[in-house]
């Protein structure tokens, strides 16, 4: 029961902040889409969150989002969110939707080359770290175009646009320069329009955060704790 009133709370949420980035002029798309952060939550409570109207499950692991594929056995968008190795690019493309964790030349490269084995075009962001923490991973903001580029040459994968994990502020508040920052990559990237792009999505915003990412511009959250409670480690 608790997850449906989460996410109705969660979703109003969004629609104010949406209509606040749409009256400034920062809204890239009509919508925000809201990604469902299910890591070291059960089938059960994925369950009950797909029955409430969720529609995309975001996953850091592959075993984990495998195991919860097949547990589910529903028909939602699979995104991938968290750092990818290569030995398991295979597994990866076969299951998400979209990658949001590309950042590398060589990681696009093992993509396209599983992709284009199964016949898929795969959907992905770039992850850029833009506050350039040790602890994080993803491109610096100067290296955006370069990737940019080089991705656009490949024929089995798609750009999609870019994704960040801004670093943790009690005060929020602290985060909107960062989220500022993306959103001028961001359009630096679209207006670029590289060939076989479709910069279309800007993925950033967290349970914390989510709120003032979308007043910047964001129009792809990615929620957990705010839907599912606490994380069991
Ligand atoms: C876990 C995770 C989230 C969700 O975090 P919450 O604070 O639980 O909303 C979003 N994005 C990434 C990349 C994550 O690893």
């Known amino acids: ?3 449906a009133d989460n996410l109705a709370q969660i979703i109003e949420n969004i629609n104010i902040s949406a209509n606040k980035a749409s009256y400034i002029g920062k809204n890239i798309s009509d919508s925000v889409k809201l990604v469902a952060v299910t890591k070291n939550h059960s089938v059960l409570a994925v369950r009950e969150a797909i029955a409430a109207g969720v529609m995309a499950i975001g996953e850091n692991r592959i075993q984990e989002a495998i195991d919860k594929a ?8 699979w995104q991938l ?3 990818l190795q290569t030995n398991k690019v295979r597994q990866a493309v076969s299951l998400f939707d979209m990658i949001q964790s590309v950042e ?3 990681l696009a490269i093992e993509i396209d080359r599983a992709a284009g084995k199964i016949g ?11 506050a350039n923490e040790d602890t994080k991973f993803g491109i610096s903001a100067r290296e955006v175009m370069s990737l940019g580029r080089f991705i656009s040459n490949l024929e089995h994968v798609r750009l999609c646009g870019l994704m960040t994990v801004a670093p943790f502020y009690e005060n929020t508040e602290f985060a909107r320069p960062i989220f500022r920052e993306m959103y001028q990559l961001f359009m630096e990237l679209r207006d670029a329009n590289l060939v076989n792009t479709k910069v279309e999505w800007l993925s950033m915003g967290m349970t914390n ?3 003032v990412a979308i007043e910047e511009g964001s129009n792809l959250v990615r929620i957990g704790t705010g839907i599912f409670g606490q994380r069991q480690y």
């Open 1 to 3: 029961m608790f997850i």
């Open 70 to 77: 097949q547990g589910l056995n529903a028909c939602v968008e």
């Open 81 to 83: 969110i968290g750092h």
């Open 104 to 106: 590398s030349e060589r």
């Open 120 to 130: 898929k075009r795969q959907d992905i962001l770039m992850q850029i770290n833009v």
């Open 209 to 211: 955060d989510y709120i």
